[in-house]
């Protein structure tokens, strides 16, 4: 009997199964569409790249030109303050604030902002309209400055009053302003040349730093919805599809799960026996449902990849990449299933297939970022996220949203490339040792 | 033509010797039985036959050739028909068919012809579209037989086919294994307990009891062999015990059982057992609501061979 016989049957067992169907491949759209409600549902109302914002009210408690006009007079001739070139218009902590940080891009999607008086602010809070008030003290401006001009350490303070109702984006709100204020304290240590590279990039390119600097409780809660940036690429990515990528790559790994019990299963329906006295080997039975879950895998992405394009508005990003990633994602998430299939086969039990379902996804879930980026997990686990598959399906995706080229991603293709030659290898090698035991009956 | 032949044929489970050391053949155009109790080796001596198994010990020769050495000399000539249903569930039953008939190396109108024709044989033609999930039992048993029929097997085998279903769809199996053996020449193994079924179809057959043949030939020969016994069923109206107690003291009569409200007496032959039997349960106050006498058969044989009842 030809392979392709073998698989049109397997391939119909799914599709006719309503149950298997829906676990597979409408699940993960469930799945992906609640976490895009669940992204709404923390901000107030949507922005075209998906991701919405939150509505704050500042309050100035500090008059800029007073202050500036103190700090100009007091440093005349104060042997404490290095002027230097520094021009005050670059050291101005109100300009910085609102120009190079609220009205930073990213920053601007996450929140929106209106400056008013505190009775104003208030009011807002009060009714709703607004998460939380930010109070910029007096001092605000003059303290910046002397911070950064002379060895004074004039702490620069930001409170935040916060609506109860609001706790999820106030924990973002308190950590993004957190981080802004610390990196304004802790590098003033190097001085002017973190004020250099504060202007010259704007503020924007230290959110990943901010992110990552973040204390732990922080990151559990805000790991959702902060901009997943990094430093030096091109193009950002939201956090929703950060998510999507990160959804599908876990998601492709049950269908490893599923195809790994599957010949087990057709062993106690004894339709394994009956196919092994038509002569075909069990070789060829496992080659099959290798292909199979292959194929379910491209089905899997392509649903994914286009609903969440279409009814979520995800970008993807890449074509080509997104079609080699999704080939080669397959190609090895299939030879997982086939290894997973023989292991199940030998030990004839589907303990291993509900051990790797339990334990073996949620650990390379977790080492390749599908609960939480890598640029926020503690090195050690991050390091061995090149052992995860859909770890490594995360990294194409994304890449194929910060539009990089095709070669960016010649090292993750090959690597699960050689995943799935020695995933097969050692299935192969399996069912030659194990002869007896890897029989239909 | 002698088309298959077992000599020693051993195979050990872990803790369970299976069978041991077995030998027997089947002429081309038999129907050989192998008639045992639960347990007794049949299914495995057939995952055997049919290359399933491998056997611990001994040869399979098809057709002059091992099929220990060759798996495939019987492999495409073989019609397997296993105990279990062997059948996806999801799939309708043309898709079954049709899957089953590829497996075989059929395809186009070959395989199109032999769906058609063997579901004629079955009698689902009818229900062909629908899931073979929701045949009965009767139905997919006989989609189970169906398939390992497609191929024009030269020999069948079939473990229990029968098992836990309607008597019309006994009948219907039963009458289709006497259509594909008469009128399509093909030889089959027919594996059952029950005696019925296999008097009716076997030209030959073998008891299997805990591993091994103990007794082979046609129905006449088991009989005569192991002395031919009269069986009498005998119902009467009350005080069954002491009438099986009575019956007992009869020397000609070797055991007396209790079963479905009947007294079941098997004997030598005796030209003085009806009276004898009359005048014994006379002596009772009770009535005889019926007799009936049967000729000697193979649950008689099995039973003296063996001192037990072929069903549990
Ligand atoms: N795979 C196996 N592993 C261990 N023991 C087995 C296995 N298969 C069969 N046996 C044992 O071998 C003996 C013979 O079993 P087999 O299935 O051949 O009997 P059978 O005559 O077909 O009985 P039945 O009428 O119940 O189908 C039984 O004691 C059974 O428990
Ligand atoms: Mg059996």
């Known amino acids: 009997m030809r392979l392709g016989q073998l698989i049109i049957k397997d391939i119909k067992n799914i599709v006719y199964d309503v149950k298997s169907l829906a676990i597979l491949i409408v699940m993960p759209v469930v799945i992906m569409s609640i976490l895009g409600v669940a992204l709404k549902g923390v901000f107030g109302n949507e922005s075209g790249s998906g991701i919405t914002s939150m509505n704050i009210a500042v309050v100035k408690q500090y008059d800029a030109a007073k202050e500036i006009e103190n700090f100009q007079s007091e440093a005349e001739g104060n042997a404490l303050i290095n002027q230097g070139d520094v021009l005050v218009e670059d050291i101005n902590l109100d300009r910085i604030f609102f120009e190079e940080f609220l009205e930073n891009k990213e920053i601007q999607e996450i929140i929106t902002y209106t400056v008013v008086d505190e009775t104003k602010a208030k009011e807002l809070i009060e009714t709703d309209e607004i998460a939380a008030i930010v109070y910029l003290p007096e001092g605000f401006v003059y303290d910046g400055l002397v911070n950064f001009t002379s060895l004074g350490r004039n702490k620069v303070k930001i409170n935040i009053v916060t609506h109860q109702d609001y706790a999820f984006s106030n924990q973002i709100l308190i950590s993004i302003l957190e981080g802004f204020s610390e990196k304004l304290n802790i590098e003033k240590a190097r001085n002017s040349a973190f004020i250099g590279d504060l202007i010259s990039k704007g503020v924007n390119e230290h959110i990943g730093d901010i992110v990552a600097n973040l204390p732990e409780n922080?990151?559990?809660?805000?790991?959702?919805?902060?901009?997943?940036?990094?430093?030096?690429?091109?193009?950002?990515?939201?956090?929703?599809?950060?998510?999507?990528?990160?959804?599908?790559?876990?998601?492709?790994?049950?269908?490893?799960?599923?195809?790994?019990?599957?010949?087990?299963?057709?062993?106690?329906?004894?339709?394994?026996?009956?196919?092994?006295?038509?002569?075909?080997?069990?070789?060829?039975?496992?080659?099959?449902?290798?292909?199979?879950?292959?194929?379910?895998?491209?089905?899997?992405?392509?649903?994914?990849?286009?609903?969440?394009?279409?009814?979520?508005?995800?970008?993807?990003?890449?074509?080509?990449?997104?079609?080699?990633?999704?080939?080669?994602m397959s190609i090895t998430v299939g030879a997982l299933a086939m290894l997973l299939s023989v292991i199940t086969l030998a030990t004839g039990s589907f303990s291993f297939a509900s051990f790797f379902e339990f334990a073996i996804i949620q650990f390379m879930a977790l080492v390749g970022g599908s609960f939480l980026p890598l640029e926020v997990l503690p090195e050690a686990i991050g390091n061995l996220s090149f052992l995860s598959i859909s770890g490594l399906g995360i990294k194409i995706y994304t890449n194929a949203m910060y539009e990089l080229p095709l070669s960016a991603n010649i090292g993750t293709y090959t690597l699960l490339l050689s995943y799935a030659v020695v995933l097969v290898l050692i299935a192969f090698i399996m069912i030659k040792v194990n002869g007896k035991k890897v029989k239909a009956c | 033509?002698?088309?298959?032949?077992?000599?020693?044929?051993?195979?050990?489970?872990?803790?369970?010797?299976?069978?041991?050391?077995?030998?027997?053949?089947?002429?081309?155009?038999?129907?050989?039985?192998?008639?045992?109790?639960?347990?007794?080796?049949?299914?495995?001596?057939?995952?055997?036959?049919?290359?399933?198994?491998?056997?611990?010990?001994?040869?399979?020769?098809?057709?002059?050739?091992?099929?220990?050495?060759?798996?495939?000399?019987?492999?495409?000539?073989?019609?397997?028909?296993?105990?279990?249903?062997?059948?996806?569930?999801?799939?309708?039953?043309?898709?079954?068919?049709?899957?089953?008939?590829?497996?075989?190396?059929?395809?186009?109108?070959?395989?199109?012809?032999?769906?058609?024709?063997?579901?004629?044989?079955?009698?689902?033609?009818?229900?062909?579209?629908?899931?073979?999930?929701?045949?009965?039992?009767?139905?997919?048993?006989?989609?189970?037989?169906?398939?390992?029929?497609?191929?024009?097997?030269?020999?069948?085998?079939?473990?229990?086919?029968?098992?836990?279903?309607?008597?019309?769809?006994?009948?219907?199996?039963?009458?289709?294994?006497?259509?594909?053996?008469?009128?399509?020449?093909?030889?089959?193994?027919?594996?059952?307990?029950?005696?019925?079924?296999?008097?009716?179809?076997?030209?030959?057959?073998?008891?299997?009891?805990?591993?091994?043949?103990?007794?082979?030939?046609?129905?006449?020969?088991?009989?005569?062999?192991?002395?031919?016994?009269?069986?009498?069923?005998?119902?009467?109206?009350?005080?069954?015990?002491?009438?099986?107690?009575?019956?007992?003291?009869?020397?000609?009569?070797?055991?007396?059982?209790?079963?479905?409200?009947?007294?079941?007496?098997?004997?030598?032959?005796?030209?003085?057992?009806?009276?004898?039997?009359?005048?014994?349960i006379g002596e009772l106050d009770v009535t005889i609501l019926s007799m009936d006498i049967q000729e000697p058969d193979l649950e008689s044989v099995f039973l003296s061979l063996t001192g037990r009842v072929l069903r549990d």
């Open chain 1, 218 to 328: 922080m990151i559990n809660n805000t790991e959702t919805i902060l901009e997943h940036k990094s430093a030096n690429r091109q193009k950002s990515i939201t956090s929703f599809q950060y998510y999507a990528t990160a959804m599908m790559s876990m998601f492709l790994l049950y269908s490893a799960a599923f195809g790994g019990k599957a010949i087990l299963s057709e062993k106690h329906e004894y339709t394994l026996a009956r196919l092994s006295v038509t002569g075909i080997s069990i070789e060829k039975v496992v080659i099959s449902n290798f292909v199979r879950v292959s194929l379910i895998c491209i089905l899997q992405s392509s649903f994914m990849i286009i609903y969440s394009n279409v009814v979520l508005g995800i970008e993807w990003g890449s074509l080509i990449t997104i079609i080699i990633g999704t080939l080669i």
């Open chain 2, 1 to 280: 033509m002698r088309l298959l032949t077992v000599k020693g044929l051993d195979k050990k489970f872990k803790t369970v010797h299976a069978v041991k050391g077995i030998d027997f053949h089947i002429e081309q155009g038999e129907i050989l039985g192998l008639l045992g109790p639960n347990g007794a080796g049949k299914s495995t001596t057939i995952s055997m036959i049919s290359t399933l198994l491998k056997p611990d010990g001994g040869d399979i020769i098809y057709n002059n050739e091992s099929i220990i050495k060759n798996p495939k000399a019987i492999q495409e000539n073989l019609g397997y028909v296993p105990q279990e249903i062997a059948l996806y569930p999801m799939l309708s039953g043309r898709e079954n068919l049709m899957f089953w008939g590829r497996a075989y190396g059929l395809k186009g109108s070959t395989l199109k012809k032999a769906v058609s024709e063997v579901s004629e044989i079955i009698g689902i033609d009818d229900r062909l579209k629908d899931k073979v999930k929701t045949y009965s039992g009767g139905m997919q048993r006989r989609l189970n037989i169906g398939v390992a029929l497609l191929h024009n097997p030269e020999l069948i085998i079939m473990d229990e086919p029968t098992v836990g279903i309607d008597p019309q769809s006994r009948k219907h199996i039963l009458d289709t294994v006497l259509h594909l053996n008469k009128d399509k020449g093909m030889t089959v193994i027919y594996t059952s307990h029950y005696m019925e079924e296999v008097e009716y179809l076997c030209n030959r057959i073998c008891i299997m009891d805990q591993g091994k043949i103990i007794a082979e030939g046609t129905k006449d020969e088991l009989v005569k062999a192991n002395n031919p016994k009269t069986n009498i069923h005998i119902k009467i109206d009350r005080d069954m015990e002491s009438a099986i107690v009575k019956l007992k003291t009869i020397e000609s009569v070797e055991t007396v059982i209790e079963e479905e409200e009947l007294i079941k007496i098997i004997s030598k032959q005796d030209e003085q057992l009806f009276k004898n039997i009359i005048q014994v």
